[in-house]
């Protein structure tokens, strides 16, 4: 029996399951739609992870992760895009429905966000003719403000859609409820998304209160304060139904459970809490 709507993110099982056994704890569970990490594909090697996912018809709704594109020096920025585009050569041989971009944070001993930002538009407008023609949609992940020192100096949806106007065709964004949903402009942006046909993934957890660890702690759906249906209900209003991606970093908790456990528990919450017409 198949689980429409819904993906895994191989993030959530990544302590308990290579990228093989993932897939097959998926599949046992009528799962069959799933996100890799590009160092999770690295471990098994390109070729076999391309096999294993064609031969059983996957859809990925993403590889993680490109980006980190600024950088102190022109040699390091030059190596990030060498790096994306590769990253891309994978998305296009895995079938990935688009490459997910974590755009990266401040340079080293640098307080200038401002110019951080310039290094990503440049970043992206370098990778986006590669990207076009091996037909690999860029996905612009915004993080929560917590990260833009280190990890995404891009951090709400509206300038993640702003610099994809800019951009043009190829590029648009990924909905994370855990880095959106305290935006008081979700709505609007979303829509906004909505008319540029910039939504190409949608990922979920919760916000656990209180966090104890700002990068592994995510709760697992309706654990925690996010309203879920809200935000998928804004998703499907503004045109489009993505499949609802779980990725879930929980060092203290999911990470420690069976792999068949987290699953099991990813889509009784997926049915229960996620839907558009779920009680909040």
Not at 101 to 113: A, F, K, T
Not at 173 to 193: E, F, G, K, M, S
């Amino acid at each position: 029996m198949s689980v429409d709507g819904l993906s895994i993110n191989l993030a959530t099982v990544r302590e308990q399951w290579g990228f093989a056994e993932a897939v097959d704890g998926c599949l046992r569970h009528g799962i069959t739609a799933i996100a890799p990490w590009r160092d999770q594909i690295a471990k098994i090697g390109l070729a076999e992870a391309s096999r294993i996912v064609h031969q059983n018809n996957l859809q990925l709704t993403g590889l993680c992760r490109g980006g980190f594109f600024p950088a102190a020096t022109a040699e390091k920025r030059t190596a990030a895009l060498d790096d994306n585009r590769r990253a891309v050569d994978e998305a296009a041989e895995l079938g990935a429905d688009c490459l997910v971009l974590v755009v990266g944070g401040l340079p080293e001993n640098s307080r200038d966000i401002v110019a951080a930002r310039h290094m990503v538009a440049d970043g992206l407008d370098a990778l986006l003719p590669h990207a076009r023609a091996c037909n690999v949609p860029l996905a612009i992940e915004p993080l929560h403000p917590m990260y833009a020192g280190d990890r995404a100096c891009v951090n709400t949806l509206g300038q993640a859609l702003d610099m994809c106007e800019v951009l043009g065709a190829g590029i648009g964004v990924a909905i994370d409820v855990y880095h959106v949903w305290w935006d008081p402009d979700l709505a609007a942006q979303i829509a906004r998304a909505g008319k540029m046909k910039a939504i190409l993934a949608h990922h979920i957890c919760d916000w656990l209160v209180p966090t104890r660890d700002m990068l592994t702690d995510r709760g697992m759906m309706g654990d925690g304060v996010i309203d879920l249906p809200a935000i998928r209900r804004m998703i499907e209003a503004a045109g489009v139904t993505p499949k609802q991606e779980v990725e879930i970093f929980s060092a203290q908790n999911w990470w420690l459970k069976p792999g068949d456990v987290v699953l099991k528990t990813c889509i009784e919450r997926y049915e229960a809490c996620c839907q558009a017409n779920s009680p909040a």
